[in-house]
């Protein structure tokens, strides 16, 4: 094409798409299209693009795309799908716990909604809910501690079940927290060969140094939790609930690892996958 026919080509692009914007105006109870609804953004400067992922959030996040069940299935079924690693169907095949870890099937829709088959049976995630705090969102999300500690440590150890009874009896700064829990938490090697203590990246409220503004040098600095400056002490995201191991942070993140196994710490928590992921789960885990 010729510089001059580019530019009638462009003139005719813009006469286009003002006739499609005036045509969308003139119907107010015909529903904008995307696509009309996103040039009309672009043209307003509504459409931020920052950062590697912004096509996935600008075009799809953001505009609440419906995600077909069909990519979801793909997703489970491919390598590195989430950042290096195997397929999650690999070892998720069947609701039979004999042959696919936690009897969880990840390979159907109605698998990944029915979740672990294996005691403690349970679902994975609410649909129509955020997962990120749910089982599938730490799981996808949350590296284990100390972080860099294989998934070939043992899930049961002396320390872990001595930091699940002391919150289980109720989290207390009694004798048992000050003598034989908070030197857990302060010494190395103590959740795994060659591990530094967690208090070497949670030492304050101060990020940085502390990793998520989370003090586990002291007491109140645990009971506290994490982001007390960026959130507000009011709204920091407690991690120990007393009385429930199994919803307080420290105890999940001393016991789940990071899928798929072996994933490196590093690898993107916030993977354009994984959000798309989750917006699928609140859209409502469709199967269509
Ligand atoms: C190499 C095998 C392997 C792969 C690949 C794998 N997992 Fe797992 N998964 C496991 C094992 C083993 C467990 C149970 C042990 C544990 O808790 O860490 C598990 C546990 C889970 C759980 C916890 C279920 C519950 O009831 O607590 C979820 C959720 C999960 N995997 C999701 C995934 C997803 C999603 C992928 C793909 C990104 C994936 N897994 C890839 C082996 C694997
Ligand atoms: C080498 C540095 C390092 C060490 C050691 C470490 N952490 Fe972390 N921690 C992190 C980072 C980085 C994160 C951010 C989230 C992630 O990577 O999953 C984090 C996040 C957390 C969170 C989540 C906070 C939130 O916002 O909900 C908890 C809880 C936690 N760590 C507990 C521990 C415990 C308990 C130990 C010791 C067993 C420990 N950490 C050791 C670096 C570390």
């Given at each position: ?14 006469v286009?798409a003002?006739a499609?914007?005036?045509a969308?105006?003139a ?15 672009l043209?307003q400067?509504?459409v ?38 195997p397929?999650c169907i ?14 969880l ?15 403690p ?21 949350n590296?284990?501690?100390?972080l860099g ?5 043992d899930?049961g150890?002396d ?5 699940e009874?002391w ?9 048992n927290?000050r ?5 857990l ?5 103590v959740f795994g ?8 990246c949670?030492m304050?409220?101060e990020e940085?140094?502390s ?5 586990m040098?002291?007491?109140e600095?645990?009971?506290?939790g994490?982001?007390s400056?960026?959130k507000?002490v009011?709204?920091?995201?407690k ?7 199994e919803l ?14 072996g994933i ?20 409502g885990?469709?199967?269509?």
């Amino acid at each position: 094409m010729t510089k001059r026919s580019l530019a009638k080509a462009a003139i005719w692009a813009s006469v286009a798409a003002l006739a499609l914007g005036a045509a969308a105006m003139a119907d107010d109870d015909k529903k904008k299209s995307v696509n009309e609804q996103y040039l009309e953004d672009l043209r307003q400067g509504k459409v931020h693009i920052e950062g590697d992922h912004a096509a996935v959030t600008e075009l799809i996040l953001n505009r609440n795309i419906p995600i077909p069940y069909s990519y979801i299935a793909q997703l489970m079924a491919s390598p590195n799908a989430f950042g290096d690693g195997p397929a999650c169907i690999v070892c998720h095949s069947s609701a039979d716990p004999t042959v696919s870890y936690r009897g969880l099937d990840l390979s159907t829709c109605d698998g990944i909604k029915a979740g672990s088959t294996e005691t403690p049976a349970r679902a994975i995630f609410i649909a129509g809910e955020d997962p990120k705090r749910e089982i599938l969102g730490r799981r996808m999300r949350n590296n284990r501690m100390p972080l860099g500690v294989g998934f070939n440590v043992d899930h049961g150890t002396d320390a872990i079940k001595a930091v699940e009874a002391w919150i289980t009896a109720g989290a207390a700064n009694d004798d048992n927290f000050r003598n034989n829990i908070l030197p857990l938490f302060n010494t190395e090697n103590v959740f795994g060969e060659d591990t530094p203590a967690c208090a070497e990246c949670h030492m304050s409220n101060e990020e940085p140094p502390s990793f998520h503004e989370l003090d586990m040098t002291s007491y109140e600095g645990i009971m506290l939790g994490a982001d007390s400056v960026a959130k507000g002490v009011d709204h920091a995201t407690k991690v120990i609930i007393p009385g429930h191991p199994e919803l307080s942070g420290v105890f999940q993140h001393l016991t789940e690892d990071r899928m798929p196994p072996g994933i490196d710490p590093s690898e993107d928590r916030d993977h354009p996958n994984t959000q798309i992921l989750f917006a699928w789960v609140k859209q409502g885990a469709q199967c269509r």
